[in-house]
């Protein structure tokens, strides 16, 4: 019986060890990275049996474990003092550069993509063979954006859209230039207001979280440039969709550009009054727009100057952290022109907040839970 009780705390002494020591768990003793999320959702690195002791004192019944079944010190340690404070476990294996594994999406109802394309697409494969027993993908990469089979996830631009999203199980989140500039254009050819044939222009600026990790850090750099222009060789990866989702003859011009700011973005159209199938003036574009997009949850029509500030700038960061998107359309009867612009935040309507809503609205949820 010694021989045991002595062997037992050997072990658990070795699960600490490996822990603390090999698994740099004194790291995380320092910073637990514990922030609160939602009202029921809290966000940690790996808890220690302390840690899942207070937790439970917060009314914690789930913890996700997103490094999945690891079977070494602190993992047995995390399972032991969650059925200690009967406090359900659910492992689940994230990976955030490879595609996920086949197991992986049989335990899900929903599964999220972040990866490039060629990931994307072999995601999709491994996923497509568990059949009928595959869950809903919600891709936020380029390579199911014009593939007919799945589901465009930009609901506003109208109701053939909005269905398809409550009957795929193939989702593709929509480009954030994309969003804006589709928003722009699918009221004038919907109502017959332009010709798929018109000629295009797209300017539009963004945040530079939008490049990724590679892009953040340049802008960290102290001689970053403040500002520039890119996509010089015009064939921008957001293009196809563009042109297939408003069935475009002629590929725009399309000049994207960055900012020295993390979030937000502006794409704008302009439009001669000549390029018009029918005669126009600012109002009648105005009542259009405010016309086609008078249900939508997410997007709102200004008025005239409405989204000016007080110095007379259109700045492009005012929805940072929000699902939002204004249009605002301004206008010069005198020389028969306008630019239509939208903004938003490149990571919410753009990206994040976008997949959430086509997942709200393929379960049958309110579209604008958790938004």
């Known amino acids: 019986m010694k021989a045991r009780v002595k062997q037992f705390k050997f072990n658990r002494f070795l699960a600490w060890f490996d822990m603390i020591i090999k698994d740099h768990g004194f790291l995380r003793l320092c910073y637990n990275n514990f922030h609160k999320v939602d009202e029921k959702l809290y966000r940690s690195n790996m808890p220690t049996p302390s840690r899942i002791r207070d937790y439970s004192k917060l009314g914690i019944k789930t913890i996700i474990n997103l490094r999945g079944v690891r079977k070494d010190g602190g993992w047995l340690l995390e399972n032991e003092a969650c059925d200690q404070y009967n406090i359900q476990l659910i492992d689940f294996r994230a990976r955030s550069r490879a595609a996920p594994e086949k197991e992986m999406f049989k335990a899900s109802d929903v599964s999220f993509l ?15 063979q568990l059949g009928n027993k595959s869950p809903i993908i919600i891709d936020a990469s380029t390579a199911h954006r014009t593939n007919p089979d799945w589901a465009y996830g930009l609901p506003e631009l109208g109701l053939e859209f909005r269905k398809k999203l409550l009957y795929s199980k193939r989702i593709a989140a929509p480009g954030c ?14 109502n017959n207001f332009i010709s798929h044939k018109n000629p295009i222009v797209i300017n539009a600026v963004s945040g530079y979280s939008g490049g990724g990790k590679a892009l953040i850090n340049y802008f ?106 204004e249009i ?13 612009s939208s903004r938003l935040d490149n990571l919410g309507k753009g990206a994040s907040g976008a997949a959430i809503q086509c997942m709200n609205i393929a379960l049958g949820f309110d579209e604008a839970l958790g938004l």
């Open 114 to 128: 972040c990866l490039p394309d060629d990931g994307a697409v072999e995601a999709v494969q491994i996923a497509n």
């Open 177 to 190: 230039y994309s969003t804006g500039a589709n928003v722009i254009l699918k009221p004038l050819l919907v």
């Open 220 to 325: 960290k750099e102290k001689d970053h440039e403040p500002f520039f222009n890119y996509g010089l060789k015009l064939n921008h990866k957001h293009l196809p969709e563009i042109i297939h989702h408003n069935n475009l003859e002629l590929t725009p011009i399309f000049s994207p550009s960055v900012g020295n700011f993390i979030q937000g973005m502006i794409v704008s159209i302009p439009i001669h009054f000549q390029w018009f199938k029918k005669k126009v003036n600012t109002q009648l574009i105005q009542s259009l727009m405010e016309d086609f997009y008078s249900d939508a949850h997410f997007i709102k029509v200004l008025k005239k100057d409405e989204g000016i500030s007080p110095h007379g700038y259109f700045r492009p960061d005012n929805l940072v952290g929000t699902n939002n998107l």
């Open 328 to 340: 605002s359309i301004f206008g010069n009867d005198d020389n028969n022109q306008l630019i239509i």
